[in-house]
């Protein structure tokens, strides 16, 4: 349980290089007048917005818990998550789809390709840069487990969608090179509208995964399953409890709630047992520094 992720050095990895890629990219779509180099500059101007968006969800975060919010704002990062996932859906795919579309309507020839190439090739090795930015906060929380597998499972929706963006971003940036040198190759614009509505469907794809993963963090989700084993393993090997009943988590964040229903041992008074839930409860705290609502019901058998 030791290792923690820095959502923030992975955040500001990519806004470093989805800038520069932003900047590189919207030169060479206006000397080139290429739709895919366009779409993909749109995708990085998103993109940045978007890290702008979790640095203010990361934020948001950790206000203090208020009379109208007791849990606190953790869960602040999911709504923040989950709006990062509509614009990469809306102003990065359906942009990309339209623009691929005005295109084949509308055909223009390319200028300079071999600019649009030698960026898009600078972009992919930025990219590259922020992928491993992103891995390498990914692989402290990762335990051994896959990198699908730790998408599915995982609750810090930030590094979801660091993570989502940067893939879209990289198969992205392929498909344009792939448009362009199609182009370039046959002289037939076709290939780079449609690489740029295949950008358009990738960046859906994605953005509904991201959505859809968000989706039940916004809701409520338990602990990941590792993490809610080890809380129920340490409940259970504690020698005032008897056997455990009922554990329910609850992520709001980076924090956790709490509730624990347990079999305790006996004890001669009830300010003995009061004592044994209050040093359970310690030890819990101390074992996992993550929590910050736990509250402990006891019960005895009849």
Same mark, same amino acid.
């Given at each position: 349980?030791?290792?923690?992720?820095?959502?923030?050095?992975?955040?500001?990895?990519?806004?470093?290089?989805?800038?520069?890629?932003?900047? *590189?990219?919207?030169?060479?779509?206006?000397?080139?007048?290429?739709?895919?180099?366009?779409?993909? #500059?749109?995708?990085?101007?998103?993109?940045?917005?978007?890290?702008?968006?979790?640095?203010?969800?990361?934020?948001?975060?950790?206000? *203090?818990?208020?009379?109208?919010?007791?849990?606190?704002?953790?869960?602040?990062?999911?709504?923040?998550?989950?709006?990062?996932?509509?614009?990469?859906?809306?102003?990065?795919?359906?942009?990309?789809?339209?623009?691929?579309?005005?295109?084949?309507?509308?055909?223009?020839?390319?200028?300079?390709?071999?600019?649009?190439?030698?960026?898009?090739?600078?972009?992919?090795?930025?990219?590259?840069?922020?992928?491993?930015?992103?891995?390498?906060?990914?692989?402290?929380?990762?335990?051994?487990?896959?990198?699908?597998?730790?998408?599915?499972?995982?609750?810090?929706?930030?590094?979801?969608?660091?993570?989502?963006?940067?893939?879209?971003?990289?198969?992205?940036?392929?498909?344009?090179?792939?448009?362009?040198?199609?182009?370039?190759?046959?002289?037939?614009?076709?290939?780079?509208?449609?690489?740029?509505?295949?950008?358009?469907?990738?960046?859906?794809?994605?953005?509904?995964?991201?959505?859809?993963?968000?989706?039940?963090?916004?809701?409520?989700?338990?602990?990941?399953?590792?993490?809610?084993?080890?809380?129920?393993?340490?409940? #259970?090997?504690?020698?005032?409890?008897?056997?455990?009943?009922?554990?329910?988590?609850?992520?709001?964040?980076?924090?956790?709630?709490?509730?624990?229903?347990?079999?305790?041992?006996?004890?001669?008074?009830?300010?003995?047992?009061?004592?044994?839930?209050?040093?359970?409860?310690?030890?819990?705290?101390?074992?996992?520094?993550?929590?910050?609502?736990?509250?402990?019901?006891?019960?005895?058998?009849?």
């Amino acid at each position: 349980m030791a290792g923690q992720a820095n959502s923030l050095v992975s955040i500001l990895y990519a806004l470093g290089a989805n800038f520069a890629i932003f900047v *590189a990219k919207l030169a060479g779509a206006i000397v080139t007048g290429s739709s895919a180099m366009l779409a993909e #500059a749109v995708h990085s101007l998103a993109d940045c917005g978007n890290q702008g968006l979790l640095i203010v969800g990361l934020r948001s975060a950790r206000r *203090a818990p208020t009379p109208d919010a007791p849990l606190g704002y953790g869960k602040a990062i999911y709504f923040w998550s989950f709006i990062v996932a509509l614009v990469l859906f809306s102003m990065g795919g359906l942009f990309s789809i339209y623009e691929g579309w005005r295109k084949l309507s509308e055909p223009e020839p390319l200028a300079w390709p071999w600019l649009a190439v030698g960026i898009l090739i600078f972009s992919i090795a930025a990219e590259c840069v922020s992928l491993w930015g992103a891995l390498r906060e990914i692989n402290k929380v990762r335990y051994g487990r896959t990198l699908w597998r730790w998408f599915r499972e995982s609750r810090q929706s930030e590094l979801v969608v660091v993570l989502g963006e940067d893939l879209a971003a990289l198969l992205g940036l392929t498909l344009a090179l792939l448009a362009v040198a199609l182009t370039l190759a046959t002289g037939d614009t076709f290939y780079d509208a449609a690489g740029s509505m295949a950008i358009g469907v990738v960046l859906i794809v994605i953005a509904f995964g991201i959505g859809y993963e968000v989706k039940g963090l916004l809701i409520g989700q338990s602990a990941e399953p590792h993490i809610q084993q080890a809380i129920a393993d340490y409940v #259970a090997s504690r020698p005032e409890v008897d056997r455990l009943l009922r554990l329910i988590t609850l992520q709001t964040g980076d924090t956790l709630m709490v509730a624990v229903k347990a079999l305790m041992c006996e004890r001669d008074n009830a300010a003995a047992m009061v004592l044994a839930i209050n040093e359970c409860e310690a030890g819990l705290r101390q074992a996992f520094p993550q929590i910050q609502w736990l509250f402990f019901e006891p019960d005895i058998e009849e």
